[in-house]
């Protein structure tokens, strides 16, 4: 379950706020000043931050400020505030909140930011960013399974080819072609060598699957996840 980690001061908001997510099925932890929450999202990872402006030792602005220059990717935030200023408002969403709630509030209300907030955040899934493959197209980079592999432009090519079109069969010529400045002056056997190392290279992340398949007479094709 989604953990969210709640940065309050007043104990009767914050036990009013874990009460309503986790009867509505989340995980939470209370944090009652922002250095404590900086350092409990820093141990906890949580998946959301609700967080107060108003704390006793730095106020939520700074907060986010400090997990920002600490953290590659910061958890989406959502701001609460006792006071309705606009000017807060303007200030957090500038600072990358995700959303803001003014107390009072309703609990059902809370529950149904943090799930809209949630959904928002979740990477949309495409061929290129599933749960096997991430590709980093800028940066000629493709991670398998969370971690990064270690190509040649030809492999990271061929691969990069197999996981836009994961359904496709594709020949040795259509591979030629895609991955070749001059497939013209390239031999069949090319295609075969640079399979062989990209194979060695995806098993010896995770022997117990192959990731590429080899449709004899036909050509080659990325293997389904099993």
């Known amino acids: 379950?989604?953990?969210?980690?709640?940065?309050?001061?007043?104990?009767?908001?914050?036990?009013?706020?874990?009460?309503?997510?986790?009867?509505?099925?989340?995980?939470?932890?209370?944090?009652?000043?922002?250095?404590?929450?900086i350092e409990q999202t820093l141990a906890l990872q949580p998946q959301l931050i609700i967080l107060d402006i108003g704390l006793p030792d730095i106020n939520g602005f700074e907060v986010l400020r400090a997990l920002q220059a600490k953290l590659d990717c910061p958890p989406p935030v959502i701001f609460l505030t006792a006071?309705?200023?606009?000017?807060?408002?303007v200030v957090g969403l500038e600072l990358g909140a995700d959303d803001y709630i003014i107390k009072p509030f309703s609990p059902r209300e809370l529950s149904a930011r943090v799930r809209a907030v949630l959904r928002r955040s979740q990477p949309?899934?495409?061929?290129?960013?599933?749960?096997?493959?991430?590709?980093?197209a800028e940066s000629f980079e493709i991670h398998y399974y969370g971690v990064p592999l270690d190509l040649t432009l030809q492999e990271y090519r061929l691969l990069h080819t197999f996981i836009k079109q994961?359904?496709?069969?594709?020949?040795?010529?259509?591979?030629?072609?895609?991955?070749?400045?001059?497939?013209?002056?390239?031999?069949?056997?090319?295609?075969?060598s640079h399979i062989k190392?990209?194979?060695?290279?995806?098993?010896?992340?995770?022997?117990?699957?192959?990731a590429i398949r080899t449709l004899r007479g036909i050509g080659y094709a990325l293997n389904p996840k099993l």
């Open 1 to 37: 379950m989604p953990l969210v980690l709640i940065i309050e001061n007043e104990a009767a908001i914050a036990e009013t706020i874990c009460y309503a997510l986790n009867t509505d099925g989340f995980s939470t932890h209370w944090s009652a000043t922002g250095t404590e929450g």
């Open 83 to 89: 006071r309705s200023e606009e000017i807060d408002r």
């Open 197 to 210: 190392t990209l194979r060695a290279k995806l098993h010896a992340q995770r022997p117990d699957e192959e």
């Open 166 to 192: 994961p359904q496709r069969v594709f020949t040795r010529d259509e591979l030629l072609s895609h991955c070749w400045d001059a497939p013209e002056h390239r031999l069949d056997r090319a295609i075969d």
């Open 124 to 136: 949309k899934i495409t061929p290129e960013n599933n749960e096997r493959f991430r590709v980093l």
